[in-house]
Structures are given as structure tokens and as C-alpha cells.
């Protein structure tokens, strides 16, 4: 359990970590600034309001400085998510498999120090591993300046932002245990909770949510409760508590149609990135579903906090309101990311308003003082599902606008067809689900009939926890999303040891334990056709909403083509415009681009494997500009200035590729 803190001034060449270019000299142009949250601001917008690198230029960026990752931990990473922060020229992020923090010249790349905590078989054991998303700043504006993170056994650690040393006043020699801290026991090694998503510092209160395992096959047996606490940045102290399932006399607790249900569940935790407005003095909480994933048979009833954003009181943790985007949720669309704050004209009115992306790729858009819509919001009836035992809600929200950003049906209209024997095979495989709608309700599946629903966007699809971006000054949201589909069939476990649920997700005949192999032909769980994708492109795509009027104002495939959709003798002799490609992406706004990374391989026209960077016209959608990277996005970009240089840096890893934060700015002679 011994810290590794290590103050390092290193040549490039140095232990392999990282290669950096020569120093930029310093210029009488624009200021420095800084990125001091996981999107900038607290608001999550993901925008700064740049312009040094622009449609004009973007093109000929090159590689300022990179930094390896895959000696910081006992194993490389390959799927690389944080996101890093800049203050006064110095740059921090999360890092390595163990969830090292990292300070580096964000000039350079050269590393300053690094801390590390090896937790032992906490950590081994934790649901949540790698680096997670990041992590938070904080300062009281003159000495006393601070770094906050959460590792992978579920520890708050405060480190000196100067030196990488922990703060011996903040909790237990700068650690306070998040198990040790809650309402429940939570035993330190086997207790499924941990985190990915960044601490919310909101004025002097860190806020913390949790994670847990997935959920398609839930147990209630050590079934830890995803409260939400928030806790004092200078000492640790927890301030308050919000229970997420409500317990008795709290608000919401009549939701749970049987009280014994309140008591077995868990989950309902805040796994995603928060928001705050220091004005209101509220944070808004995006709480996701109680257990389990596609059985709701121990949360009867809408279940509050499920799928709900939650706004409370930053300084005692008091609900000021609530919004439940979906009522008994079978989906697994839990709210993914941080509801984006902004104020926007509304009948002639300005409005603090607060815009939620979401895995059905719905917007809603509310005023964020009273949680109340913009625009109409009613209640649609749905249809139910025929699993025994499940508890059906009979209606569901649907925003009147914006509309949809994405495909929301599984039907001839959506599905391939690339040619009409293409088309003829989709139709048939579909067949032997049920399909339908975004609330199409999962379905019992057998192998000699019906082989269960089809779930439109999937359980990843949409937006997902990198959330969106938004530009103030137009007014404008972006938000990618991807459209991928997968069954939603229930069968009873195959062990009863896999859970006490008596229907879980899963294929028929197959154990209810073991993941979906992919492969050919026409049978449960194999939603591919001739190995294409069931559903028509794009299958990645980024959407720009008009907050002003409601409205989608353009619509862009984003990503190349995949390599085997280019290559397929089906396609040979057809002209297949750009799919995009299907990912977990977000987009990064400046004063004239929006900006976002590729996800997944490809190979260019020159041969080389690996991904571009590409940037867009924020009024049009057109394309001004791609740099090459070695692999994907993996981490959401962000920006600052810097010595009058203007720099873009983001994670990309994948595949074979091992982690690495790569830096772009422009040739000297372009700036």
C-alpha cells in the first residue's frame, strides 16, 4: 500500500516515457489560458473560445510532443479514457493501469512528478481499473493549490499540485476511503463499487459518485447502493449524503412500489461526469438505473433516483428538483454524462436552461433553476413486455424538440440495404425478433421461437459518458452518437449462481455467464449480415442542435469507412458515401471549429494504419481539415494556449496500441 511519489526533471531520452520537441519561444500574442475542468467548466461545455487553430490551418498541424503511458503501470492500456487538465502551463492527468497521476510541461510533454498508490488486492479486485477519466483541480487563489482523484479501489486522494505530494491535512495523509465513508459497510476488497468519471469540485465541496459491474445478469448479494456524497476540498469531512434509492421518509421513497424493493437494490449510482452552477448553487446529478440492467424486478415502480437528473444543494446535498428521463428502465440507458449547462433565447426570454444528452439519442432541454421543460415533454404510452414477473411502466417521456439525433427503430426503413439481397437477408434475420421502437420491451427468447427483442442504439449506443459540446456564443450543442443494435432477449440463468433474478439477459441455449461470440449465420445474438452491419449508416455520427429553435441544424456521418465495408465483394462496384464509424466519442468546440477523433482503425490512402483527428465547420457541418493519428480517440480532446501556441491534445489507443496523450500544433512559421 506504499505512495510512489517521484519529482522528476527528465531529458526525452530518458526511461522511454515520452518524446518532446524543442520548446517553442515564448511570444507577444495571445495569452496563456488554462483547462482546469474534465470539460473545461463546470457548465461542461468542452468549448474554448480559440481561433489560432482554424479551418484555414488545421490541415497542417504536427506533433508537438507525446507521452507514453505503458510504463506506469504493471501492464500496458489499451483503452486510454482521461481526459487532462492545464493550469499555468502545467499539465495533469490520470495514467497507467494503476491510475498513476501525472504532471507534465504542457509545453513540452516532459514529466515534473508522478504519484502513485499501489492499493494491493483492493485495486486487483476493483470493478472500475485503468486510469479512469481524470481528474480535479483545486485552489484557494493563493498558495494552496490541489490535485483530486479517484483510484481504482475507491479512494479520494488529494495531491499537492506543485510537488505530487499528498496533502496531509485532507483526510488520512491525503486519502479518504470512500468504502469506509458511506452509510452502508462496503468490505474494502470485495464491495462492487469504484469509479471512472473525474471528482466535481464545485466551489470548496468535492462531490464523488460511484460505478459498479455491469448489470445484465444483476445478483443482489453484496449489491452496494451508488449514493452520492460530497465532502470538504480542504479536509476531507464529509459534508452530506444523498441517498440515490430513497430510504424511508425521504422524497421519492414511495416510488418503489414495494418498500422491500428500496432495500435490496442497489446500483443507482452517478458513474457519469456531474455538473454545477455556482450561482444557483446547485450541482445536477445524472443517476443511473437501480439493479438490474434488463430486469426490474426488485425496483417495482418508477423507482426514484433511476435514470433521473438529480439537482442538489452543492453546500447540504438537499434534492432541489428532479427529472426522470425514463421510468423503469429495461434498456440500460442509464444517463451517461454530464446534463450541459447554458443559458439560451427561448420565446424572447433568456432561460438557464440545461441540456441532457442520452443513450436513446434524446436531448432534453430543461430550465435548470426548477427542472421544469423547454419545450413540451409528454408522456407517450408504451407496450409491455411478456417476461413473468417484470413490472412494466405504461407510459414514457418523449421530448416534442429537439427531435431525435439518431435512428430509433429497428424496421425495413432502417435496417441495410446496401443491395436488395443484402436487404432480403436483414429482413429475414429481424424476423425472428420482436422489433420496433426505442421502447420496444426485451422479450422472452427460446431457441425454437422467438429469439427475444431488438434493442435500437443498443446499450452503448447514442451518446455516451464523453457527453457533448457547446458553444455560447451561437448557441449551438454538438453531439455524437453511434448507432449500433443488439438483442434484447431474456432467458431464465443458466446457474443459479449467475444470479436470483429468474430472467437475465442473454442468448438461448447459451450460458447466461459467457459474453457473445460473433461469426456467421443466421442465428441468436449474430446481428450482422454477411458481416455488415444490420442497420444502415451512418454508424457514427455527430449532430449540431439549435437550442435557439429546437432544431437539428445539421447531420454528419463521422469517421472513414471501415476497411472491411470498403473491401466486401457484396459492395464491389458500388459507391458507399463515408458510414462513419461507431465509437464512444466527444467533440471539443473552439471560436471557429468543432473538433473530434476518429474511433476504431483504418487504413489510408498512403497505407498507414490508424486514425484521423478531424475538424468541421460548426455552422455547416463540412469538413475544413484531418490530421493523422497512429490510433484512435479514446479520451475526449481539449485545448489551450500556451508561449502564443495554440495546442490540441488528446488520449488515442486501441487495439495493439499502447496508451499515449498526443500533443498537435502548428509549424512555427503557420502560427
Not at 461470440?517 to 449508416?537: C, E, F, H, I, S
Not at 488515442?652 to 500533443?663: K, Q, V
Request: some cysteine; aromatic content about 8%; glycine content about 10%.
Amino acid at each position: 500500500m506504499a505512495p510512489l511519489t517521484r519529482r522528476l526533471m527528465i531529458s526525452a531520452s530518458a526511461a522511454g516515457l515520452f518524446a518532446a520537441a524543442a520548446p517553442m519561444p515564448a511570444r507577444a500574442a495571445a495569452p496563456d489560458t488554462d483547462w482546469r475542468n474534465y470539460a473545461n467548466d463546470l457548465a461542461n461545455t468542452r468549448y474554448a473560445p480559440l481561433d489560432q487553430i482554424n479551418a484555414d490551418n488545421f490541415s497542417q498541424l504536427e506533433v508537438a510532443w507525446r507521452f507514453k503511458t505503458e510504463h506506469l503501470g504493471p501492464r500496458p492500456e489499451y483503452t486510454y479514457e482521461s481526459t487532462p487538465l492545464v493550469v499555468k502551463g502545467k499539465l495533469y492527468v490520470t495514467a497507467g493501469t494503476r491510475r498513476a497521476i501525472v504532471c507534465l510541461n504542457a509545453a513540452t510533454g516532459e514529466m515534473l512528478w508522478m504519484y502513485a498508490l499501489d492499493e494491493g488486492a483492493r485495486g486487483d479486485a476493483a470493478p472500475r481499473k485503468l486510469s479512469g477519466r481524470g481528474c480535479a483541480y483545486w485552489s484557494d487563489g493563493r498558495k494552496d493549490a490541489r490535485i483530486l482523484y479517484v483510484t481504482p479501489g475507491y479512494q479520494m486522494i488529494a495531491l499537492d499540485a506543485d510537488t505530487g505530494i499528498p496533502v496531509k491535512g485532507f483526510g488520512v495523509d491525503g486519502i479518504v476511503d470512500l468504502k469506509q465513508n458511506d452509510d452502508q459497510p462496503i468490505d474494502p476488497v470485495t464491495g462492487e463499487v469504484g469509479l471512472h468519471a473525474t471528482p466535481l469540485v464545485a466551489g470548496n465541496t468535492v462531490i464523488i459518485g460511484a460505478a459498479h459491474l455491469p448489470g445484465n445478469a444483476p445478483r443482489t448479494r453484496r449489491n452496494v447502493k451508488g449514493y452520492v456524497r460530497g465532502f470538504d476540498v480542504r479536509t476531507g469531512r464529509r459534508k452530506w449524503i444523498f441517498h440515490t434509492i430513497p430510504r424511508k421518509g425521504e422524497f421519492g421513497y414511495d416510488s418503489w412500489i414495494d418498500p422491500k424493493d428500496n432495500e435490496i437494490a442497489g446500483n443507482t449510482g452517478v458513474w457519469a461526469q456531474m455538473s454545477a452552477d455556482l450561482e444557483l448553487g446547485l450541482a445536477y446529478l445524472p443517476v443511473e438505473l437501480p439493479t438490474g440492467d434488463s430486469s426490474g424486478m426488485y425496483r417495482k415502480g418508477n423507482a426514484l433516483f433511476g435514470e433521473s437528473i438529480v439537482a442538489v444543494d452543492i453546500e447540504t446535498g438537499k434534492r432541489r428538483w428532479h427529472y426522470q428521463t425514463q421510468h423503469h428502465g429495461l434498456w440500460d440507458r442509464d444517463i451517461p454524462c454530464a446534463p450541459i449547462l447554458c443559458d439560451i433565447t427561448h420565446e424572447g426570454r433568456r432561460i438557464k436552461a440545461l441540456a441532457q444528452p442520452t443513450k436513446q439519442a434524446m436531448l432534453f432541454v430543461l430550465n435548470r433553476e426548477t427542472g421544469a421543460p423547454i419545450w413540451p415533454i409528454p408522456e407517450v404510452p408504451v407496450e409491455a413486455g411478456d417476461v413473468p414477473g417484470e413490472w412494466y411502466a405504461p407510459t414514457q417521456p418523449v421530448p416534442s424538440k429537439p427531435a431525435p439525433y439518431d435512428v430509433q427503430s429497428v424496421d425495413a426503413s432502417t435496417i441495410i440495404d446496401f443491395t436488395p439481397e443484402l436487404h432480403k437477408e436483414a429482413m429475414a434475420l429481424i424476423a425472428h425478433y420482436k422489433t420496433g421502437g426505442i421502447f420496444t420491451p426485451p422479450t422472452v427468447a427460446t431457441t425454437n421461437g422467438s429469439w427475444g427483442s431488438l434493442m435500437v442504439l443498443a446499450t452503448n449506443g447514442g451518446t455516451n459518458w464523453p457527453g457533448g459540446a457547446y458553444d455560447p456564443e451561437t448557441q449551438m450543442l454538438y453531439a455524437y452518437s453511434q448507432n449500433v443494435t443488439t438483442y434484447d432477449s431474456m432467458v431464465p440463468p443458466s446457474d443459479p449462481a449467475d444470479s436470483e433474478f429468474s430472467y437475465v439477459r442473454g442468448l438461448p441455449g447459451a450460458p447466461t455467464n459467457a459474453r457473445e461470440v460473433g461469426g456467421a449465420g443466421l442465428r441468436p445474438g449474430v446481428l450482422t449480415v454477411q458481416g455488415l452491419p444490420l442497420m444502415k449508416p451512418p454508424y457514427g455520427s455527430i449532430a449540431a442542435i439549435d437550442l435557439g429553435k429546437g432544431e437539428i441544424a445539421w447531420r454528419i456521418a463521422h469517421g472513414e469507412t471501415p476497411d472491411d465495408i470498403k473491401r466486401h465483394p457484396a459492395l464491389k462496384g458500388l459507391t458507399i458515401p463515408r458510414t462513419g464509424r461507431p465509437g464512444i466519442l466527444g467533440p471539443l468546440c473552439t471560436k471557429t471549429l468543432l473538433i473530434c477523433g476518429e474511433s476504431g482503425f483504418f487504413t489510408t490512402p498512403n497505407g498507414a494504419r490508424g486514425a484521423m483527428l478531424r475538424a468541421y465547420d460548426k455552422a455547416t457541418g463540412m469538413e475544413k481539415g484531418a490530421v493523422y493519428m497512429p490510433a484512435p480517440q479514446t479520451g475526449a480532446p481539449m485545448t489551450y494556449m500556451l508561449g502564443g501556441m495554440q495546442y490540441i491534445v488528446l488520449a488515442i489507443s486501441g487495439g495493439n496500441y499502447a496508451a499515449e496523450l498526443i500533443a498537435f500544433r502548428l509549424p512555427r512559421s503557420a502560427a
